[in-house]
C-alpha cells in the first residue's frame, strides 16, 4: 500500500484502519494487521475443543485462522513451511434458515437420519476442497479407486477426481434440500451413515500420503443455531473423535443447550471429551493491545504520525481532573462558605481551606450520603485524616457520578478515558474495542480532517462520546439480532435508568452497585433467567459466578450486569464492585408491562431517593419510560 500524505487520506486511513472487519482491507494488509489469539495454542491441541465467546470476540476469526490455506500463510510469515503444519482446518458455518428446515412432519429419528446425512454432505464438500489443494501441494494424485470409497459411503457411484465429487455431493445437497422441504415426496434420496463418510474420507487422505501425519480440524462455527437434537448428532461425532479427525466448535455463551449424544445416554464432558476454551478468560488485555499497537505500528510504516502505543494515544484522566471538570470547585467553595458558618474551629477549618477543591467536595457526598452534620464530618475527617484517605479511596470514584447530579448544562457527566479503562468496556470483545479506537478518531479529528493532528492522541472527552455512541448503537441493533430483541431492548433500557440513578443517590448504600441477582419464584426466575442467558449470548449482559448469597431466597448461581459497553451510556460505573437483588417478577413487568412502576419498584427496594431526569442520550427513549407500550 502507498503512503498516506495528504490530511484526509491520513484520516480516511486511520478510521478505516480501527474498522473491526476485516474484509475492509485486502489479504496482503491484512497479514501484517493479524495477532494470534493468546489461546491459539489450546485451539490447535490435537483434541476436541469447544471456544466460548460471542459476536465479535474474534471467535470466527480464529476458527478461520485454522483452515488449511491460511495456517499456511501463518508459517510461511514465521519462516516455516507445509512440513510443520501439524493440523489441516476445515470450516462449517451453520446456517440457522437451512438447519432449522429440518423438523416437522417427520418423526425426530427420522430427521436425525437427514441431518447426520447433511452434515455429512456439507463437511465432505469442504474436504473435497482440501483434497485439491492437497493434490496441487503435495503432487500427490489420489487413484479412482480410492476417490469411489468416499463416494459410495455417500451413495454415489464412481468418480474420477476431487473436483468431480465436489460436484456430486453439492448435487446431493440440492436433492436433500428439495426432500427436507418436500418429505412425503420421492427424491431419490439415500442416507448416509453418521460420520461414516467423514471418516473414510479422512482415511483416504491419510492411506494416500496427502496427510502424512496431520490431523484434520472440522471447524463447526455459530453452534448455537443447531436444533437440540441436531446438537445431540453432532455430540456423538466430537465424543468418539479420534485422529486424524478432531472437532473444533464456535459457540455463544449458553449457546449448548443439549450435551447428550444420539442416544440420549451418553454426555459430553469436560475435560474428558473436549478442551474448554473461554474467550472471556484467554488474556484480552495483551491480546486487544497488541491488535491495536500491530495497527499503530502499520499506520507509521504508511507515513502516518501516530501515537507509538495504545497507552499514548488514548489520553488518561486523573480522578482529581475529573472532578475538577465536574465541578469540585463549585461545590468545595459552597462547602467552606458553609463551614465558616458553622462554628468549626479555626485549625480544622484551616486543614480545609488550605485542601484542594478535588478533596473539599468529598464532605457534601458524605453528607448526602450519611445524613450527618457537615461540620461533624470535617470535624472528624481533621481528627482521624488517615481513615479519611482510605474512605475517599473507596467512595471516591462513585463520587464522581454524583458530581454532575441534577446540572444541565454539562455535554458530559462522567468520563471513561485511558487505555486500562478502554480495555475493560469492550468486556472481552475485540470489535467493541476497535469499535471504540474507530469512533473516538471520528470524533477527535471530526471536521478538521484538512488539519490532521499529528501525533494523534484521543482525548478524555473523544473516548467518552465514543463510548456513548457505541453503546447507544449495539443497544439499537439488539432489536435486530436477537429472537427476543425487543424484549432484552426494553430490560437493558429498564436495569441502566435503575442504576443510573443508582450511582446519583448516594444515600445509605454501598458505592458503585452495577450487578445484580435475581430473586423470586421459581417460575418467575426461571423465566427472567432465560431471557438473561439470551441477553449474555448477545453481549448485552456479562454473567458471573456468585461469591456467596446475601439472602436464603437467591437462588440462582449467576450475577448479572449489563454488559460495560452500556456503561458511557447510562452513566455508571464499569468497574465490578458491589450488587443489587432485584425482584423477578419486576423485571419481567419492565420487559412485559409498565416499566415506570416497575422502574420505582426495583429503585424502593434499593432505598432510593427520587428519580433524576432522562440524561441527553435516554431522552431518545423517552416513550418508553412513559409507558409506551412499544417501548419506542
Known amino acids: ?90 470450516l462449517i458455518r451453520i446456517n440457522k434458515n437451512r438447519v432449522h428446515a429440518f423438523q416437522g412432519a417427520l418423526t425426530e429419528s427420522e430427521w436425525k437420519r437427514a441431518f ?11 474436504l473435497c476442497k482440501l483434497g485439491s489443494w ?17 463416494s459410495i459411503d455417500l451413495g454415489l457411484g464412481g468418480v474420477v477426481s476431487f473436483d468431480n465429487l465436489f460436484k456430486q455431493v453439492n448435487l446431493l445437497i440440492s436433492k436433500l434440500q428439495l426432500y427436507v422441504n418436500n418429505p412425503h415426496s420421492d427424491h431419490g434420496v439415500v442416507f448416509s451413515m453418521p460420520e461414516s463418510p467423514l471418516r473414510v474420507f479422512a482415511e483416504v487422505l491419510e492411506d494416500t500420503g496427502l496427510l502424512n501425519g496431520k490431523v484434520i480440524f472440522c471447524c463447526i462455527d455459530e453452534y448455537e443455531n443447531l436444533l437440540d437434537y441436531q446438537q445431540g448428532v453432532i455430540n456423538t461425532y466430537i465424543k468418539h473423535a479420534s485422529p486424524p479427525l478432531s472437532y473444533k466448535v464456535g459457540v455463544r455463551k449458553f449457546g449448548i443447550r443439549n450435551w447428550s449424544t444420539t442416544d440420549n445416554q451418553d454426555l459430553l464432558s ?165 469499535q ?48 427476543q430483541g425487543v424484549k432484552l431492548k426494553r430490560l437493558i433500557l429498564g436495569i441502566g435508568k435503575v442504576f443510573f440513578e443508582l450511582a446519583r443517590s448516594p444515600a445509605n448504600r454501598s458505592p458503585e452497585v452495577v450487578s445484580f441477582v435475581v430473586t423470586g419464584s421459581n417460575e ?44 458511557g451510556f447510562f452513566e455508571i460505573s464499569h468497574r465490578k464492585k458491589r450488587r443489587a437483588t432485584f425482584k423477578a417478577k419486576d423485571l419481567l413487568a419492565v420487559v412485559e408491562g409498565k416499566p415506570t412502576a416497575a422502574i420505582s419498584a426495583l429503585l424502593s427496594d434499593q432505598d432510593a431517593t427520587s428519580q433524576e431526569e432522562l440524561p441527553e442520550q435516554l431522552a431518545f427513549f423517552s416513550a418508553f419510560y412513559n409507558d409506551n407500550e412499544n417501548g419506542e
Request: proline residues 3%; negative net charge; charged residues 30%.
Open 1 to 90: 500500500m502507498k503512503d498516506y500524505d495528504g490530511p484526509l487520506d491520513k484520516a480516511s486511513t486511520l478510521i478505516q484502519l480501527f474498522g473491526e472487519n476485516r474484509a475492509e482491507w485486502p489479504p496482503e494488509s491484512f497479514k501484517d494487521l493479524f495477532v494470534p489469539p493468546t489461546y491459539i495454542d489450546k485451539l490447535e491441541l490435537m483434541r476436541p475443543s469447544i471456544l466460548v465467546g460471542g459476536r465479535g470476540t474474534g471467535k470466527t476469526t480464529s476458527l478461520q485462522s485454522l483452515r488449511f490455506s491460511e495456517t499456511l500463510e501463518r508459517l510461511k510469515l514465521e519462516g516455516l513451511s507445509f512440513s510443520d503444519q501439524n493440523y489441516l482446518g476445515i
Open 116 to 126: 447426520a446425512h447433511y452434515f455429512n454432505l456439507l463437511v465432505c464438500s469442504e
Open 134 to 150: 492437497l493434490e496441487e501441494l503435495v503432487e500427490i494424485k489420489v487413484n479412482e479407486d480410492d476417490l469411489t470409497r468416499i
Open 270 to 434: 469436560n475435560p474428558d471429551d473436549f478442551e474448554l476454551i473461554e474467550i472471556v478468560d484467554e488474556g484480552f488485555e495483551y491480546f486487544a493491545t497488541a491488535v491495536a499497537n500491530k495497527r499503530l505500528a502499520f499506520a507509521s510504516e504508511k507515513g502516518i504520525a501516530v501515537s507509538g502505543t495504545i497507552d499514548q494515544l488514548l489520553l488518561n484522566m486523573s480522578m482529581e481532573e475529573e472532578a475538577l471538570k465536574l465541578g469540585a470547585d463549585k461545590v468545595s467553595d459552597e462547602v467552606k462558605n458553609e463551614l465558616r458558618n458553622s462554628g468549626l474551629n479555626k485549625p480544622a477549618f484551616d486543614f480545609f481551606e488550605n485542601k484542594k477543591g478535588s478533596e473539599v467536595y468529598f464532605l457534601k457526598y458524605w453528607q448526602e450520603k450519611t445524613g450527618d452534620n457537615i461540620c461533624d464530618i470535617a470535624k472528624d475527617w481533621y481528627e482521624n485524616e488517615s481513615s479519611w484517605e482510605t474512605r475517599l479511596g473507596n467512595h471516591g470514584y462513585a463520587s464522581l457520578f454524583w458530581l454532575s447530579k441534577g446540572k444541565k448544562g454539562l455535554r458530559i457527566k462522567k468520563y471513561y478515558s485511558g487505555s486500562k479503562t478502554m480495555l475493560a468496556l469492550a468486556g472481552g470483545n475485540i470489535r467493541y474495542f476497535l
Open 436 to 483: 471504540l479506537l474507530k469512533t473516538s478518531i471520528e470524533y477527535e479529528i471530526g471536521d478538521k480532517k484538512s488539519e490532521f493532528p499529528e501525533p494523534l492522541i484521543l482525548t478524555p472527552e473523544s473516548q467518552t462520546l465514543a463510548l456513548r455512541d457505541v453503546g447507544k448503537r449495539r443497544l439499537e441493533q439488539i432489536e435486530g439480532l436477537a429472537e
Open 524 to 567: 418467575e426466575i426461571e423465566k427472567i433467567s432465560a431471557l438473561l442467558q439470551d441477553g449474555v449470548g448477545h453481549l448485552a449482559f456479562e454473567v458471573f459466578t456468585r461469591t456467596k448469597n446475601t439472602s436464603k431466597l437467591e437462588v440462582k448461581d449467576e450475577e448479572f450486569r449489563l454488559h460495560r459497553i452500556f456503561s
